[in-house]
């Protein structure tokens, strides 16, 4: 078997969270993109979980040291297109607020407004 490194790195924004939603903006660059140049769907999945988290903390700071987190326990996403360049917005909204068990659905999408991923995901909270 072939040994290689493999590296990425990947940046993004809270830009709001409210009762109702958490939204978020990352810009695809090399960091984020697979040997093809288009956006990795981990990449893709990774910036939709981290704003679902953001909704289900409710604005609260993610820090080390918390009581609690919420994790996801399921994650089930539909990568429905794929980007090389641009701008992407990710919006978690809630389908059902429980706790301790939430479940949210994200939609990342480009500038232009085309569904990228749709990702619903189920958080529980640990302790």
Same mark, same amino acid.
């Given at each position: 078997?072939a =040994?290689?490194?493999? !590296?990425?790195?990947? *940046?993004?924004d809270?830009? @709001?969270?409210?009762? #109702?939603?958490?939204?978020?903006?990352?810009?695809?660059d090399?960091?984020?993109v697979?040997?093809f140049?288009?956006?990795?769907?981990?990449?893709?999945?990774?910036?939709?979980?981290?704003?679902?988290?953001?909704?289900?903390?409710?604005?609260?700071?993610?820090? =080390?040291?918390k009581? !609690?987190f919420?994790? *996801?326990i399921?994650?089930? @996403?539909?990568m429905? #297109?794929?980007?090389?360049?641009?701008p992407?917005?990710?919006?978690?909204?809630?389908?059902?607020?429980g706790h301790?068990?939430?479940?949210?659905?994200?939609?990342?999408?480009?500038?232009?407004?085309?569904?990228?991923?749709?990702l619903?995901s189920?958080?529980?909270?640990?302790?």
């Amino acid at each position: 078997m072939a =040994e290689r490194s493999l !590296s990425g790195q990947i *940046a993004f924004d809270i830009t @709001g969270v409210s009762e #109702a939603e958490a939204e978020g903006e990352m810009q695809v660059d090399a960091g984020v993109v697979n040997p093809f140049g288009a956006i990795h769907a981990g990449a893709l999945v990774w910036f939709a979980d981290v704003v679902a988290a953001n909704l289900v903390l409710g604005g609260e700071q993610i820090r =080390e040291g918390k009581d !609690s987190f919420p994790v *996801a326990i399921t994650l089930n @996403g539909q990568m429905l #297109a794929n980007r090389c360049t641009g701008p992407l917005t990710a919006v978690a909204r809630w389908v059902q607020r429980g706790h301790p068990v939430a479940t949210t659905r994200t939609e990342v999408r480009d500038q232009d407004g085309t569904l990228l991923l749709e990702l619903t995901s189920t958080h529980t909270s640990t302790i």
